[in-house]
């Protein structure tokens, strides 16, 4: 599988000049850090804390006021103490303020143990939606999980408790994977999408459901939970999004399993779109964008697993414009590839290179800006030396002025250690995704980095202003 893999896309290399547009410029700016130490209420911790080491940022920015930008991370201390954090700036990233979300874990008045994959959207009212995936600690009957939505009112100053719009207990259920999005032109609407699995005590289903709840009150009310996709496969990494013509998608990636385990083999998967004309009342059949060979990233020194997988996928909008891109590793050099479609997702090109890179790239994450400029971040090891003790790993930023058919590729961080970022079960973890979002003159990225970048532990947050006057 590996080797058809890797012969259609020299195929689809060939058919692009062997060449992906792309040209080198100039680095960007260097990025400032944002990430740090958080206040806790007195005397909540009992034990000696953890460094901090944050990831898998999610970023936004107010529709109708660009210099209102919120991040959220998940601070990842061992035992959790602090769970989710929220950075809120006013001045479009010069200086931020940051605090964990309030009454999600114990030393914030919250009852869970864990809280993970936070995402952040905020509305043209100026309410800003925090959803994340919790869960209670365990007891004879499972572990509870719920798909929670923090919310504030004020421009980040307070946050309201957070509201559970999903609960299920494991087994049988097991929610993952959840993302929210703000209506861009509806006040009051904000849509929900997440991943729900069957389970029994030691194992969790290869097929799921995905899972839809939408709120047209602020936040105040959502709607019943309901499945707006039940496939014959796994379906993960939804995100959604909105056309100008007002068309809602959710976009994810599906294949007959997408491996977890360490060294996954070769798999056909394909990226698919669900459509909604109504607000998520109802939605169309799924819509096959791309097909591609699920792999997964590696260290190159020592062959290690490491946590990026081919279901980190990203997608965005410019106008009724749709691109999605995802990374594919095989045995001589691994790619980025994207695909567009021009009419709110119903047809699809065939997909371009925009990176190819030895030994690996990976992580890819788009976003648009208001001249409808292209930009993608993504990682990569093209400096890493072997035999070094250090997995030297940079952060690059590509943009496009015509629609994807060019890029300009510029440095934007590092190089830092991957290896030197905690390990979880699948290898260093700094996220299955991180946060770039669309400015009217330009990009705002949140992401992370190691040591040694990293000042407050193994790894911390970094946000990058890319002003559109770097990009000409």
Same mark, same amino acid.
């Given at each position: 599988?590996?080797?058809?893999?890797?012969?259609?896309?020299?195929?689809?290399?060939?058919?692009?000049?062997?060449?992906?547009?792309?040209?080198?410029?100039p680095?960007?700016p260097?990025?400032?850090?944002?990430?740090?130490?958080?206040?806790?209420?007195?005397?909540?911790?009992?034990?000696?804390?953890?460094?901090?080491?944050?990831?898998?940022p999610?970023? *936004?920015?107010?529709?109708?006021?660009?210099?209102e930008?919120?991040?959220?991370?998940?601070?990842?201390?061992?035992?959790?103490?602090?769970?989710?954090?929220?950075?809120?700036?006013?001045?479009g990233?010069?200086?931020?303020?940051?605090?964990? /979300?309030?009454?999600?874990?114990?030393? #914030?008045?919250?009852?869970?143990?864990?809280?993970?994959?936070?995402?952040?959207?905020?509305?043209?009212?100026?309410?800003?939606?925090?959803?994340?995936?919790?869960?209670?600690?365990?007891?004879?009957?499972?572990?509870?999980?719920d798909?929670?939505?923090?919310i504030?009112?004020?421009h980040?100053?307070?946050?309201?408790?957070?509201?559970?719009?999903?609960?299920?207990? #494991?087994?049988?259920?097991?929610?993952?994977?959840?993302?929210?999005?703000?209506?861009? $032109?509806?006040p009051?609407?904000a849509?929900?999408?997440?991943?729900?699995?069957?389970?029994?005590e030691?194992?969790?289903?290869?097929?799921?459901?995905?899972?839809? #709840?939408?709120?047209?009150? *602020?936040?105040?009310?959502?709607?019943?939970?309901?499945?707006?996709?039940?496939?014959?496969?796994?379906?993960?990494?939804?995100?959604?999004?909105?056309?100008?013509?007002?068309?809602?998608?959710?976009?994810?990636?599906?294949?007959?399993?997408?491996?977890?385990?360490?060294?996954?083999?070769?798999?056909?998967?394909?990226?698919?779109?669900?459509?909604?004309?109504?607000?998520?009342?109802?939605w169309?059949?799924?819509?096959? *964008?791309?097909n %591609?060979?699920? #792999?997964?990233?590696?260290?190159?020194?020592?062959?290690?697993? /490491?946590?990026?997988?081919?279901?980190?996928?990203?997608?965005?909008?410019?106008?009724?414009?749709?691109?999605?891109?995802?990374?594919?590793?095989?045995?001589? %050099?691994?790619?980025?590839?994207?695909?567009?479609?021009?009419?709110?997702?119903?047809?699809?090109?065939?997909p371009?290179?925009?990176?190819?890179e030895?030994?690996?790239?990976?992580?890819?994450?788009?976003?648009?800006?208001?001249?409808a400029?292209?930009g993608?971040?993504?990682?990569?090891?093209?400096?890493?030396?072997?035999?070094?003790?250090?997995?030297?790993?940079?952060v690059?930023?590509?943009?496009?002025?015509?629609?994807?058919? $060019?890029?300009?590729?510029?440095? *934007?961080?590092?190089p830092?250690?991957?290896?030197?970022?905690?390990?979880?079960?699948?290898?260093?973890?700094?996220?299955?995704?991180?946060?770039?979002?669309? /400015?009217?003159?330009?990009?705002?990225?949140?992401?992370?980095?190691?040591?040694?970048?990293?000042?407050?532990?193994?790894?911390?947050?970094?946000?990058?202003?890319?002003?559109?006057?770097?990009?000409?």
């Open positions: 599988m590996r080797a058809r893999g890797a012969a259609a896309l020299a195929a689809l290399l060939a058919l692009a000049g062997c060449d992906s547009g792309q040209t080198n410029e680095s960007l260097p990025p400032h850090l944002i990430s740090g130490p958080i206040d806790l209420p007195a005397g909540c911790t009992t034990r000696t804390p953890s460094p901090d080491h944050p990831g898998e999610s970023l *936004a920015a107010d529709p109708t006021d660009p210099r930008l919120v991040a959220v991370w998940q601070e990842n201390r061992s035992p959790g103490d602090v769970g989710d954090v929220v950075a809120v700036s006013h001045n990233g010069a200086s931020w303020s940051r605090a964990a /979300l309030p009454s999600v874990m114990p030393c #914030t008045g919250g009852p869970y143990a864990h809280a993970a994959d936070p995402w952040v959207s905020i509305g043209r009212d100026g309410v800003i939606y925090v959803s994340a995936l919790v869960a209670r600690p365990p007891t004879s009957a499972g572990t509870t999980r798909v929670v939505v923090s504030s009112r004020d980040g100053s307070t946050w309201e408790g957070p509201a559970v719009v999903e609960s299920a207990t #494991t087994p049988p259920s097991f929610p993952d994977k959840e993302a929210i999005l703000a209506d861009p $032109h509806r009051g609407l849509y929900l999408v997440w991943a729900e699995y069957g389970a029994t030691n194992t969790v289903s290869s097929v799921n459901q995905v899972f839809f #709840t939408r709120t047209t009150d *602020a936040g105040r009310s959502w709607s019943k939970p309901a499945p707006i996709y039940s496939g014959r496969d796994e379906a993960q990494q939804n995100q959604l999004l909105m056309t100008a013509g007002g068309v809602l998608l959710d976009v994810f990636v599906e294949g007959s399993s997408l491996p977890g385990t360490p060294h996954p083999p070769p798999l056909p998967v394909k990226i698919r779109v669900l459509r909604s004309t109504d607000q998520g009342q109802t169309s059949a799924p819509i096959d *964008a791309a %591609f060979t699920f #792999t997964n990233a590696v260290d190159p020194g020592t062959g290690a697993q /490491l946590r990026f997988f081919g279901q980190d996928i990203a997608a965005t909008v410019a106008g009724n414009a749709v691109y999605v891109a995802w990374f594919e590793n095989h045995a001589d %050099f691994s790619t980025i590839l994207v695909a567009r479609s021009e009419d709110a997702g119903r047809r699809w090109r065939a371009q290179v925009v990176v190819r030895k030994p690996e790239a990976f992580l890819p994450t788009l976003a648009v800006a208001g001249d400029t292209v993608m971040l993504w990682f990569d090891f093209r400096h890493f030396v072997s035999g070094s003790s250090a997995l030297t790993t940079d690059w930023f590509s943009s496009s002025r015509d629609r994807g058919a $060019h890029w300009t590729e510029r440095h *934007a961080a590092g830092f250690d991957l290896r030197s970022a905690s390990k979880g079960s699948t290898g260093p973890f700094i996220g299955d995704y991180m946060g770039l979002v669309g /400015l009217p003159d330009g990009f705002a990225a949140a992401f992370v980095q190691a040591r040694p970048q990293s000042r407050h532990g193994p790894t911390d947050v970094f946000f990058s202003r890319i002003a559109d006057s770097t990009l000409r």
